[in-house]
């Protein structure tokens, strides 16, 4: 890299930090005063707090460095254009392109940290997350998990697996239940294609009824009532977490799904999401560039810090919407994962093909 290359990139680094920065310091004293009273009702240290969001840390990273990309670029391009040293660049013979590649390249950098952050980094930070927030903190007994095949609830004579939960639907597909005696020993198995909440439990349909006593009578049912205490709160809760999950853990998931002949778009769509995300570092930075070139010397930082929150959320906006109509099958999981990318990354190169014209 050339002098001029480095000056941009150091003039763009020290932006990013210090947005990078507010961001996470934004972030971090919001959820810490909504959670605090919480905590401390439920008797937590501050140890224990603090240990929380450390924990949490990776996940507000992943989350709020889009947005720091988007700003410093701006705000950098901004700063050299008001300052006329973008002229003078360009009339020493510098291209636009020669004088944005070094914010191009950390852009692509960014990207690559938040590819492997939330690959590596997220899923584990966040189950010892919930672990302190759940068994330390609330002390609560972890009687709902979730894994890369199955859903399963354990209560006191009762057993429950089950192989997808349908958000949308509010129901459990591919149910397993056994009971068990004290002494652990299974006195009978339910299976169901479904099961859906009713008041006092679940209400079980297409049932196989076996028991293992009295010479293992087998039954067919319709429907069953089934007592139960699982929540479907609890289960949302498990759908949430598994955005947490890496793209490898989703992958497993949603093909083990396809194999049980259950739909796997909002999984898949989730897992495309764990690449897509990450890319809109490079995104942010070519919708940036031209913006931060349109406005020229009329700029400066209050532009730079009002763009940059209005284009922040109009991303976050249509991202989250494109992204609903994947998870609930009516967009293939491709096209709602980087629909919101193509979008944005299109609208950059309309406005550098404007900002050419003058």
Not at 144 to 156: A, G, P
Not at 347 to 355: N, R
Request: contains cysteine; hydrophobic residues 50%; proline residues 4%.
């Amino acid at each position: 890299m050339g002098i001029v290359s480095r000056y941009v990139a150091r003039t763009w680094c020290r932006l990013f930090v210090v947005c990078q920065g507010g961001f996470l310091t934004v972030y971090l004293i919001l959820d810490f005063m909504e959670k605090l009273g919480r905590f401390l009702k439920a008797g937590a240290s501050f140890g224990q707090i603090g240990t929380f969001f450390l924990f949490k840390i990776p996940e507000m990273v992943g989350q709020t460095m889009p947005f720091a990309v988007l700003m410093a670029t701006l705000l950098a391009l901004g700063l050299l254009s008001r300052s006329s040293e973008l002229t003078a660049l360009r009339s020493c013979g510098r291209s636009i392109p020669q004088i944005v590649m070094p914010i191009l390249l950390l852009g692509a950098v960014c990207s690559g940290f938040m590819l492997f952050n939330a690959e590596f980094v997220v899923p584990d930070s966040y189950r010892r997350m919930e672990y302190v927030e759940k068994v330390l903190i609330r002390k609560q007994g972890i009687n709902t998990f979730f894994r890369l095949n199955n859903i399963w609830f354990r209560s006191e004579e009762r057993i429950l697996q089950a192989s997808v939960f349908d958000p949308q639907a509010r129901m459990l597909k591919g149910v397993t239940v056994w009971e068990l005696s004290p002494a652990m020993e299974p006195l009978r198995r339910l299976d169901a294609e479904q099961a859906v909440p009713v008041a006092g439990g679940w209400r079980l349909e297409r049932v196989t009824d076996r028991t293992f006593s009295s010479g293992g009578a087998v039954r067919k049912l319709a429907v069953l009532a089934l007592p139960l205490s699982l929540k479907v709160d609890d289960l949302r809760v498990l759908d949430n977490n598994a955005d947490n999950l890496s793209f490898r853990q989703l992958r497993e998931y949603a093909h083990s799904l396809e194999k049980g002949g259950y739909a796997a778009g909002r999984w898949l769509t989730m897992m495309h999401a764990k690449i897509a995300v990450p890319f809109s570092g490079v995104v942010m930075v070519l919708l940036g560039i031209p913006f931060a070139l349109r406005t020229g010397r009329s700029g400066g930082v209050a532009m730079g810090v009002g763009a940059g929150v209005a284009i922040g959320f109009a991303y976050f906006i249509i991202n989250a919407a494109i992204q609903s109509y994947g998870r609930s099958g009516v967009l293939p999981p491709v096209v709602a994962a980087w629909g919101a990318n193509l979008i944005f990354v299109l609208t950059g190169i309309w406005l550098s093909m404007t900002v050419r014209q003058q």
